[in-house]
């Protein structure tokens, strides 16, 4: 039999809360969390509610106030200030002293007696009075006596209902019946790079500058103060540990390399050793600790990939078999994606007998690399990984180092990607890489900014990967890599670019793919990073946009607006106190002039119909003073097929002169 409580409020439809608490949401140090609820009582009686946070260890709740909304929808909200993981919940409780004075308004009003009403109050008060403390408890006793006094109903009234009365009853509510949510849920609170960061991948031995020879980390070194000219803040280098040789992979993926290929670097392992190890080419771990060094120097942050999987020749096979698949006929099982094949690596079998040993080694190889600086890791295919390993394995490294951050690489269904980012990957990789036309990107990023999915789910676009080469910018020329770059920065406010490939506009693939012809995943590139037509300068500019407006370091204020031409994409972005705004047109076709008119929100920035306003192209550095909601825009692709502009309002001074700020 169910025992009767006297709890009378209700407190449901709780938001943000991730699969009715089980995965926690995310936030960086500073951001604001809003949270909403449907909070509720019986009868007429007026509930109250507040929400409750705090960080994990703590054991004291700090309290925010929570307000209606409309129609029994409440909201509240607090800032996250410590990394780690913090919690909140809500309280909420009939308040009989704030119904009091909603009926006791309404009785003065219609000009009813109220002695016994103020007698009501007054004896509210009193009970306020012994839930308080010090000044407040005699300041209460001193208002009871006030309303309580008959003399002038009028002055009695105006003190029950007043701000004071008010203050102090909500200090110290009667929370005898109150109701606590039946769910503490969690936040994730990281560094602010895991929301801006700007991302440069370069295979490092590919860094010489004298062709024919192998680069090493003294080579990346070199190249540190182009990468930060660029405005780069994340150097990311795919792996760096020995190369297997057998069935290692010759040019374009050739399954008969021979020992003078390089190999791939994420056949990983040799003699020389596995995870913990740097490929000899490449120099020594001293000297990899010498490049992270190096590279915080120009304010730029290595980034490591973690790749679970194996060579043939990695120590892992012949120590640990276990670890591995065994088919049949006795050999081991390689990798494949069928039709696809890679034979020169070894998939781990996380269902291994010895699997808490195999998780434990897993988690030894990112500390390793922790120890040498390394704060950030792109992870390679998490979703050919168990579920329960990353959730394990994050957990524990986040629990000592709450600042690492670690990407999730995994191109593949959507539900998969997402369960992923729940089980605590802090940023994600998109389906931006093939989202081209306004309406695919429109739908896109209205789903990843607007629904649920912002709470947990941080993307990072990458217009392309050693992996993929999209048709797009095959054939677009390099106005369809500039059109991808600007959409990239400005839509998310975390993106990367594999390079030098993309700023040297590098176009060809194989035939009926999208995959690089002659991909340096299976050889060494020398690059002339400096030869004709490059992006590099138009890169600096855009990232330094970035940098210099806060508007386009959150991915979270996008918002879409009306522009008459289906190959124009018009949008912005507002810096949450209002102070900055910024608005992108971008003409998605890399091969016409296109024009439109644009629908600017002038009511929702603050500009009257008759004001004047002047949009900067940060782009080119042109200027524009338009009036009015409705203007035009025409942009050529193999000019500059995009704006943003900063919008800047006229404003009056007590001059006789105006000015724009």
């Known amino acids: ?149 008959q003399a002038d109903q009028e002055r009695s009234v105006s003190f029950a209902v007043g701000q004071e009365a008010t203050q102090l009853m909500r200090k110290y509510p009667d929370l005898t019946f109150a109701q606590r949510y039946s769910r503490v849920l969690k936040v994730i609170v990281e560094r602010p790079k895991a929301l801006y960061s700007t991302w440069y991948e370069r295979f490092p031995r590919s860094c010489s500058n004298q062709p024919g020879r192998h680069g090493t980390f003294k080579d990346c070194e070199s190249i540190l103060p182009e990468i930060a000219r660029m405005g780069f803040d994340v150097l990311y280098l795919p792996p760096i540990h020995p190369i297997g040789r057998t069935n290692r992979k010759g040019k374009n993926n050739s399954p008969h390399g021979t020992l003078d290929d390089p190999g791939s670097p994420w056949a990983i392992g040799a003699e020389e050793g596995g995870h913990k190890a740097v490929h000899p080419q490449l120099g020594t771990i001293e000297d990899f600790e010498s490049l992270v060094k190096k590279a915080s120097e120009y304010g730029i942050e290595v980034a490591m990939d973690a790749a679970f999987q194996c060579s043939p020749d990695h120590p892992y096979v012949k120590d640990h078999p276990e670890w591995f698949r065994l088919r049949p006929d006795g050999t081991l099982q390689y990798a494949e994606n069928p039709p696809k094949k890679y034979e020169d690596i070894y998939p781990i079998h996380f269902e291994s007998e010895k699997w808490q040993e195999l998780w434990e080694e897993l988690k030894s190889v990112v500390l390793f690399w922790i120890d040498r600086g390394v704060r950030i890791f792109r992870v390679d295919n998490p979703h050919t990984k168990p579920f329960p390993f990353w959730e394990w394995l994050i957990a ?122 002659n991909s340096e995943k299976y050889e060494i590139k020398h690059w002339d990073w400096d030869r004709p037509g490059n992006l590099k300068q138009f890169i600096a500019r855009v990232n330094r946009i970035r940098r210099e407006n806060p508007a386009l370091q959150s991915t979270w204020n996008l918002r879409f607006f009306e522009v008459d031409n289906d190959y124009l994409l018009f949008y912005g972005k507002e810096a949450e106190d209002g102070s900055e705004s910024i608005l992108v047109v971008v003409n998605l076709d890399p091969y016409h002039t296109r024009s439109g008119w644009l629908r600017i929100p002038i009511g929702e920035l603050g500009i009257a119909p008759d004001q004047p306003y002047l949009c900067h192209d940060l782009l080119s550095d042109d200027k524009y003073i338009w009036q009015g909601e409705v203007n035009r825009v025409e942009l050529n692709p193999h000019v500059l097929p995009a704006y943003i502009f900063k919008l800047r309002k006229r404003l009056k001074r007590e001059t006789d002169f105006d000015y724009f700020m």
């Open 396 to 517: 524990e490294v986040k629990r000592d180092y709450p600042e690492v951050i670690f990407l999730s690489e995994a191109f593949t269904r959507p539900k998969v990607m997402k369960r992923l980012a729940k089980l605590g990957f802090t940023q994600s990789y998109t389906y931006f890489t093939w989202r081209n036309s306004k309406k695919e990107i429109t739908d896109y990023l209205t789903e990843l900014t607007q629904t649920e999915q912002r709470e947990y789910f941080r993307p990072n676009f990458w217009p392309n990967t050693p992996d993929i080469l999209p048709e797009l910018v095959q054939y677009g020329g390099r106005p369809a890599f500039v059109i991808k770059l600007i959409l990239a920065a400005t839509l998310s406010s975390s993106y990367g670019i594999y390079g030098p490939a993309f700023e040297l506009c590098v176009s060809e693939a194989l035939p009926g793919k999208e995959e690089y012809l």
């Open 1 to 149: 039999m169910v025992q009767p409580e006297r709890i009378r409020t209700v407190i449901e439809n709780v938001k943000p809360e991730i699969d009715e608490g089980r995965f926690p949401i995310k936030r960086v140090i500073g951001e604001k969390v809003d949270v909403t609820a449907d909070i509720f009582a019986d009868g007429h009686d007026l509930p109250t509610a507040r929400l409750l946070y705090r960080s994990e260890d703590a054991t004291e709740w700090l309290e925010a106030p929570m307000s209606l909304i409309e129609n029994d929808s409440w909201g509240g909200w607090f800032f996250v200030d410590r990394l780690g993981v913090s919690e909140y919940t809500l309280e909420a409780w009939v308040d009989h002293f704030k119904t009091w004075q909603h009926d006791i308004r309404k009785k003065f009003a219609a000009g009813q007696d109220l002695s016994v009403d103020l007698l009501i109050g007054a004896r509210y008060l009193e009970d306020g009075s012994q839930r308080a403390f010090g000044e407040d408890a005699t300041r209460l006793k001193d208002l009871s006596q006030l309303v309580k006094g």
